[in-house]
């Protein structure tokens, strides 16, 4: 039985569509606070961050990660804390969340990449649960009440982000700065290794590559890069809750990567844009959201593999 | 507010500075925000909207020339889309005064983005007595009860008529801690004893062990310290297990009269539990009974939905004396200074701390040959004076009541 | 009385009692996942949903048809399993040629429209179901009072599951169900038509499935989220068993069942998460789970 690979439009190098799409994203995101209300586009930016991070396991090194909630949610916990507790600075507070992300992802990692595939999936999902439960229970992560109003800070201890404009233009440069990061480490010679791997496993050990120390320094720095996400979003909505830590969340960010495009750069970002907007748009139909979604899984699963973004890449014979 | 210059297209920009009429953007907007579809939906939901309706109509809102809107939002239980849904109520569409919110964690976070925005906050749905105490706001009055004079009432009362021994079942997290926390303190200081307790998973299915162990712990009363299904589940299962059979009691310290409902009177019996309001205590509560419940597929008014009702009754008058809606800090100034009075909740008067304060009520759900038909589910054992039923002002440690 | 670690023995074994009726829901729902697994390569992210579906039915059933509940172990697991044959009809016979990841995330998505559209109709607070009249009351065992339902829930569980397991294992039917997981060509070639096979095998797993959810209904009452959260319990134990036997599914289901038991006794704080901890300690030491071969 031959088997189509997860992702379908992987990049070999950086092309000239990708430095296009990249500037059209940047006038978006600048342009974007004029006509959408910037609580709800900063929230988009977390989770197009969250979905990049994400797609860097899926879409490059082939691994399907169930439980990425586990190192967003616990980094906004660790973040809200952080500002609220110890007083840290906004750049501090962020920086520990994404520790906190590096860190869990090192301990879940060594777990999880014992073994491949649907196992793998499996796994990190019942990691994430048990840390799920562990946040429930958790004193410091005030259960069910979450860690509330967590003070945004001065950034450097200079700009006050209770400002909109300025937390805005923050959470922008913190996007696109880890944005860039995943584009250099896939184009990187690392970023080749991690694709070789997802292509053949057994062909790059053949090759004289450990692989498993790939597979776990990549593991690691997406997990770090969903704790940037999340940590975040714990200072723009000055709130950690369950909600983040929970594996509807694990799914969800499955849902955007897939809907925008696996293995493309700007599909997670798109993605993203498309399911918060869908939430916050279906709002007042709280219930049927979850029912919308899991539609859209199984028609993107059924006729739509390649997502938004690998089908308009595939219409214009272009890489994005 | 002030600070959203840099985004001069934002909608944000246009409820500031502006001279405005007698109320800002020409009506008054309720939101009401609550579970639609989870766990709460009966004890609020679409029931708690309907109940702000009928206050506005009942006020006349309409005779004395004021516009009030009322819209209804389902938060799903979780913090972060209830704040989301805030936030956006008040900057986009100019919501003057969120009501309801059942689930501490949503209220807990709605508390204080409606502080730092200045618009009015009705609690009815949450149980957290911090949302009084130390976390209490100028702009927030919690309306219906609180776990305090919930652990009061059932604790105080079971104590003095000889439930002396204790054994605690509880939820494990903050809330089933401080439910925990404050029953046994009563029971304690009614000369009852604490034998033993056991945290359970939060939400749990299988309750069978914990209860298992509640029953060797041979103590005469089971204290249920948690909530919702996780109350409903344990209720079943000691009922399975043969426990209030074997001579124990069973005292959900958080339940609700739609909880009966679902559990069935052959299940709930002997139950014992305080509630500020019970739709047959008196002709009033029937005639709004009889009025609410075929608007509500049947479910008849609880506590929650009075509250709603009686808040935003008193809201309302506190409006028509300032008349102005645009100074949350002030409106709620006023209500706190005109004493409450109305249908549903009689007389009584909302503290410094945003304490509403009123009596409560001890009921003893009846046997299946004591109820006359659907929803007559109660015996009322006891009513605690508006004086004894909340948490003592200087003991909640909220700074508002200092100055 | 004897005590160990200062409980007293009695009071343990009606603990360990338990921790076996809680341990037959797993080893059922991971009995029905190794069955789907072992013959379509699909772990299924539905079954959750579709042991919600039991339960659901079993209800429909009581309450419309006038179905008593033991009409109900029989007819809501084959409608279940109908709606099974379904979804393997309509959406998994596309993926089959693909990554098996799409598998997972297919009966994802349906577990979500399932679990969705069950929750807007039925709100999630749960719906209750009356335990049989012949099953009500129970025995006085001395160290505990047993359930009647209980004690049936164990007995049902262990026979399905031995059927089960002697129906694959030791009988020619089951011996063209494991050829055809290793080789389906040459088994086609027999003349056996294996794409009915296979959907019979998805239905079969998803009958055990909504069976589970048939015998939770009187305990547990009927609950639209009752299988959301249940499901990852279930995939860790099907991690910790290894997807390697059949029996082996079975004996984890039970283990894992009773040192959850024991937990609650000890250590109640931790009884949710132990057979995560489990897991990963299983995970160091035997990658391949307990009953597993390597790959």
């Known amino acids: 039985m031959k088997q189509e690979k997860f992702a379908i439009a992987g990049l070999q190098t950086r092309s000239r569509s990708e430095a296009i799409g990249f500037v059209l994203m940047v006038a978006f995101v600048a342009a974007a606070p004029l006509f959408i209300y910037p609580v709800l586009m900063m929230k988009i930016l977390c989770f197009a961050l969250f979905a990049c991070a994400f797609n860097l396991l899926i879409g490059y090194v082939g691994l399907l990660s169930f439980g990425h909630a586990l190192f967003f949610g616990w980094a906004s916990y660790v973040s809200a804390y952080a500002a609220k507790v110890w007083g840290f600075t906004p750049e501090l507070a962020i920086i520990a969340g994404t520790l906190a992300g590096a860190g869990l992802g090192l301990v879940a990692g060594l777990v999880a990449i014992r073994r491949q595939g649907i196992y793998f999936a499996m796994i990190t999902l019942a990691l994430a649960q048990m840390m799920y439960f562990f946040a429930v229970q958790a004193p410091f992560t005030g259960g069910e009440d979450g860690i509330q109003a967590v003070p945004r800070g001065k950034l450097f201890g200079l700009i006050d982000l209770a400002d909109q404009t300025a937390m805005y233009v923050t959470v922008a440069a913190i996007f696109l700065g880890g944005f860039l990061l995943i584009s250099r480490i896939i184009h990187s010679p690392f970023g080749e290794v991690l694709k070789a791997i997802r292509e053949n496993e057994a062909r790059a050990v053949s090759l004289g590559y450990k692989t498993e120390r790939y597979k776990l320094l990549a593991f690691v720095l997406s997990a770090a890069l969903a704790g940037t996400a999340g940590a975040t979003k714990a200072l723009i909505l000055q709130l950690a809750s369950l909600t983040d830590v929970h594996w509807s969340m694990s799914g969800e960010v499955v849902l955007m990567t897939l809907v925008g495009g696996l293995g493309t750069v700007f599909g997670p970002v798109v993605g993203a844009y498309v399911i918060i907007g869908m939430q916050n748009y279906l709002a007042q139909f709280g219930q049927w959201v979850t029912v919308i979604q899991g539609v859209i899984f199984v028609v993107c699963v059924l006729l739509f593999r390649r997502g938004i973004v690998g089908e308009l890449a595939a219409l214009l014979r272009i890489r994005l | ?403 | ?295």
């Open chain 2, 1 to 403: 507010m002030k600070r959203v210059i840099g985004f001069a297209a934002v909608a944000l920009a246009l409820s500031c500075g502006s001279v405005q009429a007698q109320w800002s953007d020409g009506v008054i907007k309720i939101g009401v925000m609550n579970d639609m579809s989870g766990t709460y939906a009966d004890l609020s939901g679409p029931g708690s909207v309907l109940a702000a309706r009928m206050a506005v109509e009942d006020f006349g809102a309409e005779k004395k020339g004021m516009k009030v809107e009322i819209l209804g939002a389902d938060h799903q239980n979780k913090p972060d889309v209830g704040s989301n849904v805030v936030r956006t109520w008040i900057d986009v569409d100019k919501v003057d005064v969120i009501v309801d919110v059942p689930t501490s964690s949503v209220a807990l976070a709605v508390n204080e983005i409606v502080r730092e925005k200045n618009k009015v906050f009705l609690i009815s749905g949450a149980a957290a007595s911090n949302l009084t105490g130390d976390k209490c706001s100028p702009n927030t009055v919690h309306w219906t009860y609180d776990t305090w004079s919930l652990a009061n009432g059932t604790g105080n009362a079971i104590v003095k008529t000889g439930g002396k021994n204790w054994f605690f079942l509880t939820a494990d997290y903050a809330f089933g801690h401080a439910l925990e926390r404050d029953t046994a303190a009563v029971v304690e200081k009614n000369g009852g004893k604490v034998v033993g307790k056991v945290r359970h998973p939060f939400p749990g299915t299988d309750f069978s062990s914990f209860l298992l162990q509640a029953q060797a712990s041979k103590a005469q009363i089971i204290g249920l310290a948690n909530a919702g299904s996780d109350t409903i589940n344990s209720i079943k299962q000691a009922s399975e297990f043969g426990i209030v059979k074997g001579g124990q009691n069973l005292a959900a310290l958080l339940a609700f009269i739609t909880d009966v409902h679902a559990l069935g009177l052959p299940t709930a019996q002997g139950l014992i539990m305080t509630e500020a309001w019970y739709w047959d205590l008196n002709d009033n509560n029937r005639e709004f009974a009889k009025k609410f419940a075929p608007q509500n597929k049947g479910v008849h008014p609880t506590m929650v939905h009075a509250g709603v009702y009686s808040a935003v009754m008193h809201y309302l008058k506190a409006l028509e004396a300032l008349k102005s809606d645009a100074d949350g800090k002030a409106v709620v100034e006023k209500m706190k200074s005109i004493p409450t009075e109305d249908k549903l909740f009689g007389k009584g008067e909302i503290r410094a701390d945003g304490r509403h304060i009123h009596p409560m009520y001890l009921f003893e759900v009846k046997k299946p040959a004591e109820s006359k038909g659907a929803w007559d589910y109660y015996k009322l054992r006891a009513t605690i004076p508006a004086n004894e039923a909340f948490r003592p002002l200087k003991d909640g440690g909220c700074p508002l009541v200092k100055s």
């Open chain 3, 1 to 295: 009385m004897i005590e160990i670690f200062g409980i007293p023995s009695q009071a343990l074994f009606g603990q360990l009692l338990l921790g076996l009726i809680n341990g037959s829901f797993y080893a059922l729902l991971s009995l029905g996942l190794a069955v789907i697994f072992g013959l379509l390569n699909i772990i299924n992210f539905t079954h959750g949903a579709q042991y919600m579906m039991g339960a659901f039915a079993a209800f429909f059933l009581l309450n419309y048809l006038g179905l008593n509940y033991w009409l109900a172990l029989i007819v809501a697991p084959a409608i279940v399993a109908a709606t099974g044959a379904i979804i393997e009809r309509l959406f998994l016979r596309h993926l089959y040629h693909l990554d098996h990841l799409y598998g997972l995330l297919l009966t994802f998505g349906l577990a979500l429209i399932i679990q969705g559209l069950f929750r807007n109709q039925f709100g999630s607070s749960g719906i209750p179901y009356p335990i049989p009249e012949a099953l009500r009351g129970g025995q006085n065992l001395g160290f505990m009072f047993l359930p009647n339902y209980r004690a049936w829930v164990i007995v049902l569980s262990l026979t399905v599951c031995i059927a089960t397991w002697f129906v694959i294992e030791r009988t020619r039917l089951g011996a063209y169900l494991r050829a055809a997981t290793e080789n389906p060509t040459l088994v086609r070639a027999f003349g056996i038509n294996v794409p009915r096979m296979i959907t019979l095998t998805y239905a079969f797993g998803v009958g055990l499935a909504a069976l589970a959810g048939v015998m939770a209904a009187p305990i547990y009452s009927v609950n639209p989220l009752m299988g959301a959260d249940l499901i990852i319990v279930v995939f860790a134990v099907v991690v910790i068993g290894g997807m390697g036997s059949i029996m082996g599914a079975i004996v984890t289901g039970f283990m894992l069942g009773i040192v959850e038991g024991l937990t609650k006794v000890f250590f109640p704080e931790a009884s949710n998460t132990v057979i995560f901890v489990i897991m990963v300690i299983v995970l160091l030491i035997r990658p391949a789970g307990l009953f597993g071969r390597t790959a």
